[in-house]
């Protein structure tokens, strides 16, 4: 397959309105023109990226001949999107996630190897130095929600336990919140831990429940303005590390849910989605922990990490 630098112009394809044939070779100059300025880019790679994104994006204000009213439209979201944006909070991820780019990216990036488990979206609420945790322990602090015990292996693709895996989960709350969505700096519903010898692991976390992305914003009022509801489909964050394997970010949804085929940012895979079993409060905790009369849930998760090998390499590199 042709590389995009190698590809016929794009602009070629673009089916437009009936114009002149001078107006055509107007915009066509231009396309080459902009494209020829990045010929003397020293890094190949980004050579390829600016020539391949000058040639699309040319050729979307072309294919839908974008009025200057439309452009100043699309400047003013980009700057909201922008200003929006903080430290707990990435608006152009959302966006992202909302055109399904970034699961495309972790398509292209995470390819299918043997078992391995599968992909999904990072997305924008991950904290580094999350506090650490036992097995068994308890991620969801003074979170509210039903108590979820979480237990599961990490194997590599030839059945082999993954001793010591990092494993580190996320989720929001029964509010539909993370924790760095308050502000008053709490931290809860986060935690890492490490696997036992024999690749095992547990934790007491939250039943997942659905929540909507942060659409007080610009991607928010995209979604509204399209028709397109902003709420995901439950789920529990996961990214799982090991010596010599590929780095799993993925979630784990909740069978039954309604919005599993219909999730704002196209996270669901089949393959994850996992059966949260209810249980009575009179059902003793696996630990023997005191539930103080709660009913609570379980769900088992059994990881694969695809060997280092396997990470998808960029186009051009070695």
């Not at 231009?30 to 994006?57: C, G, M, N, W, Y």
Request: glycine share 8%.
């Amino acid at each position: 397959m042709n590389s995009p630098t190698n590809s016929p112009d794009l602009a070629a394809d673009v089916r437009t309105p009936a114009i002149s044939a001078e107006q055509h070779k107007r915009e066509e100059d231009l396309i080459e023109e902009v494209v020829a300025s990045f010929d003397q880019t020293p890094d190949p790679r980004l050579k390829q990226l600016t020539q391949a994104l000058t040639r699309h994006l040319h050729a979307f204000v072309r294919e839908v001949r974008l009025t200057e009213a439309e452009w100043d439209q699309a400047i003013a979201f980009l700057t909201a999107a922008g200003d929006i944006t903080d430290e707990h909070r990435q608006e152009f991820i959302l966006l992202s996630d909302v055109f399904g780019i970034s699961m495309q990216t972790v398509a292209m990036n995470n390819e299918a190897y043997a078992n391995a488990t599968e992909a999904t979206v990072f997305g924008p609420f991950f904290v580094e130095d999350a506090p650490l945790i036992e097995i068994g322990g308890d991620i969801a602090g003074d979170a509210p929600g039903q108590p979820c015990w979480v237990e599961g292996s990490v194997k590599d693709t030839d059945g082999n336990p993954l001793a010591g895996a990092r494993i580190e989960v996320w989720e929001a709350d029964d509010d539909g919140f993370y924790d760095v969505q308050y502000t008053d700096g709490r931290v809860a519903g986060r935690a890492h831990l490490f696997a036992d010898d024999e690749g095992n692991f547990s934790f007491w976390g939250l039943t997942p429940t659905p929540y909507p992305i942060p659409y007080d914003g610009p991607v928010g009022k995209l979604l509204l303005a399209v028709g397109r509801s902003p709420y995901r489909a439950s789920h529990l964050h996961f990214m799982v590390s090991a010596p010599g394997t590929r780095t799993l970010v993925t979630h784990i949804f909740v069978k039954g849910d309604e919005l599993l085929t219909r999730d704002s940012v196209f996270g669901v895979k089949e393959s994850l989605i996992m059966k949260f079993e209810q249980q009575d409060a009179s059902v003793p905790a696996p630990d023997g922990r005191d539930l103080a009369g709660a009913d609570w849930a379980r769900t088992r998760f059994d990881i694969v990490l695809a060997p280092a090998a396997a990470a998808a390499t960029t186009a051009g590199a070695e």
